[in-house]
């Protein structure tokens, strides 16, 4: 069996699928917390600028790859009107559980599938926009994954990938500084887990940067293939569409 990387580790591709659920499974019920205190709130931001470009309008069909607590749907369904179908999916039940959660909160009720971005349980062709939010570093097979979510959009759909990306140059010290310091201690201190904040700045070390991104999008089939830095950086958007 291949093996993947877990962080700095390299692990046989069955055990990263299962490790990486435990990461969540554990961190799910303080993710939103960290979410804010991890970015001084900046994640809220990144994520209204995804929303932005997606061009959701009333009656189009979305779907949320590894929606976590579901920001990004809470905002697709307001855009999308109740002619409109948002779905949310997860990998891992224990966050897919705080997303429902959160939107009932809100009063919104979405369908949603415990599933593999592998292997999306939805007809070709059938989406006017799919997105990811910081769930693509995670993926065992992240090219098999990105190929799914280009299958199920239509003609003309997009596909957007929120995810940490490689930051400017000048700030790297800094920002490796922060990432292997202050991010364990906050998972400790928190939410009472300091290996899976480790894990989370390893992942995102290994995750392939902006331009390697883009060209994996554009190995899956997808096209006009851009990406926008966000925070100098610490994170950024590609877009591509399906024609």
Not at 61 to 68: E, I
Not at 214 to 238: I, P, Q, S, T
Request: with cysteine.
């Amino acid at each position: 069996m291949s093996k993947v990387p877990f962080g700095y580790e390299q692990v046989d591709e069955a055990d990263k699928a299962r490790r990486v659920a435990g990461v969540f499974t554990s961190v799910a019920s303080r993710y939103d917390l960290m979410n804010d205190v991890m970015s001084a709130g900046l994640h809220r931001l990144w994520k209204a600028f995804t929303v932005a470009q997606s061009g959701v309008r009333e009656g189009h069909r979305v779907l949320d790859v590894a929606a976590g607590s579901g920001d990004l749907a809470r905002e697709f369904a307001k855009r999308a009107g109740r002619s409109g179908h948002v779905w949310l999916t997860d990998i891992n039940g224990s966050m897919l559980q705080q997303g429902r959660d959160r939107l009932l909160d809100a009063g919104m009720v979405l369908p949603l599938a415990r599933c593999d971005a592998e292997h999306l349980p939805f007809p070709s062709d059938y989406f006017d926009c799919v997105s990811v939010a910081f769930g693509l570093r995670n993926m065992t097979h992240k090219e098999a994954a990105l190929a799914e979510m280009r299958r199920v959009l239509r003609a003309g759909g997009r596909l957007l990938v929120l995810e940490f990306s490689r930051v400017w140059r000048p700030l790297a010290r800094a920002y490796d500084w922060y990432s292997f310091n202050v991010l364990p201690w906050l998972g400790r201190n928190i939410a009472g887990d300091e290996a899976s904040y480790r894990y989370l700045a390893e992942s995102i070390r290994v995750h392939p940067d902006q331009e390697t991104l883009k060209a994996m999008l554009e190995r899956a089939g997808l096209e006009d293939v851009e990406y926008f830095n966000l925070a100098a950086g610490v994170a950024a958007l590609h877009r591509g569409f399906k024609y």
